[in-house]
């Protein structure tokens, strides 16, 4: 997941329109919840 977060740092603009892409909006959500997981984990 570490690329996936690089690139959401290096282009907000793609995040952003994952974040407000009502298809993407599960797979914004499940990668919220990952982030979640290795945050707590760690």
């Not at 997941?1 to 499940?30: A, N």
């Amino acid at each position: 997941m570490d690329r996936v977060w690089k690139l959401s740092e290096t282009f907000p603009e793609l995040s952003i329109s994952l974040s407000t892409s009502r298809s993407m909006d599960r797979v914004w959500k499940l990668s919220e919840t990952l982030s979640m997981d290795r945050v707590s984990s760690s």
